[in-house]
């Protein structure tokens, strides 16, 4: 799958989510259940309620109550959102574990599913920055400004799909490693948190 395809998947979904624009709304994935689009749905699913759960949090008059639950929502979102994202490099890595790499082989700094991490954000971005630029109570200057990063962004989804693209046929060719390296998350880990296990 061309990486504008999993982009596709990422836009599809985030306008999908803003047509209800509910944090607390049904996902509603199209894709047959333990397919690898579901799983990219899921994906940014997730991606786009935790964007929305940030804006809530963001205004200076927010309720402290109201912003420490929205905190640990997020810290929880935050754990599922690394969790599919090494779903994702499982997929990766059985499609190219058993590669036999050249003997130049070179390690890439990021694997697939961090850079499609990447891809999820910037699908966002761009329907947000859309928004901002048609927005008609916004100024002309305003709409100036954001249609500059719009186009940007634009340019940024050409060169990363163009990346992930030529990584995964890098790694399918042996040109480059996969290895993995499992996130070492602390904050929500109740053995290595010291303000939770001292807390036992």
Same mark, same amino acid.
């Given at each position: 799958?061309?990486?504008?395809?999993?982009?596709?998947?990422?836009?599809?979904?985030?306008?999908?989510?803003?047509?209800?624009?509910?944090?607390?709304?049904?996902?509603?994935?199209?894709?047959?259940?333990?397919?690898?689009?579901?799983?990219?749905?899921?994906?940014?699913?997730?991606?786009?309620?935790?964007?929305?759960?940030?804006?809530?949090?963001?205004?200076?008059?927010?309720?402290?109550?109201?912003?420490? =639950?929205?905190?640990?929502?997020? #810290?929880?979102?935050? *754990?599922? @959102?690394?969790? /599919?994202? &090494?779903? %994702? +490099?499982?997929?990766?890595?059985?499609?190219?574990?058993?590669?036999?790499?050249?003997?130049?082989?070179?390690?890439?700094?990021?694997?697939?599913?961090?850079?499609?991490?990447?891809?999820?954000?910037?699908?966002?971005?761009?329907?947000?920055?859309?928004?901002?630029?048609?927005?008609?109570?916004?100024?002309?200057?305003?709409?100036? =400004?954001?249609?500059?990063?719009? #186009?940007?962004?634009? *340019?940024? @989804?050409?060169? /990363?799909? &163009?990346? %992930? +693209?030529?990584?995964?046929?890098?790694?399918?060719?042996?040109?480059?490693?996969?290895?993995?390296?499992?996130?070492?998350?602390?904050?929500?880990?109740?053995?290595?948190?010291?303000?939770?296990?001292?807390?036992?």
């Amino acid at each position: 799958m061309k990486a504008i395809e999993l982009y596709n998947i990422f836009a599809v979904q985030v306008a999908q989510y803003h047509v209800n624009d509910d944090i607390d709304g049904a996902e509603h994935n199209p894709y047959q259940e333990g397919s690898f689009e579901a799983l990219l749905w899921t994906k940014n699913w997730v991606d786009t309620v935790q964007w929305h759960l940030e804006d809530l949090v963001r205004p200076e008059d927010v309720d402290p109550v109201e912003a420490l =639950k929205l905190k640990r929502r997020i #810290d929880k979102s935050n *754990q599922v @959102r690394t969790n /599919l994202v &090494e779903q %994702i +490099d499982d997929y990766y890595m059985s499609l190219f574990g058993q590669v036999e790499t050249r003997e130049n082989a070179t390690l890439n700094t990021e694997t697939p599913a961090w850079a499609i991490d990447r891809l999820s954000i910037l699908a966002l971005k761009i329907y947000h920055f859309g928004i901002e630029v048609n927005r008609e109570d916004a100024s002309e200057e305003h709409k100036a =400004k954001c249609q500059q990063k719009y #186009d940007t962004l634009l *340019q940024q @989804r050409a060169d /990363l799909t &163009e990346a %992930i +693209d030529q990584l995964l046929e890098d790694l399918a060719a042996g040109r480059k490693v996969m290895k993995l390296y499992r996130q070492m998350k602390m904050y929500n880990d109740p053995s290595l948190n010291p303000m939770l296990y001292a807390k036992k």
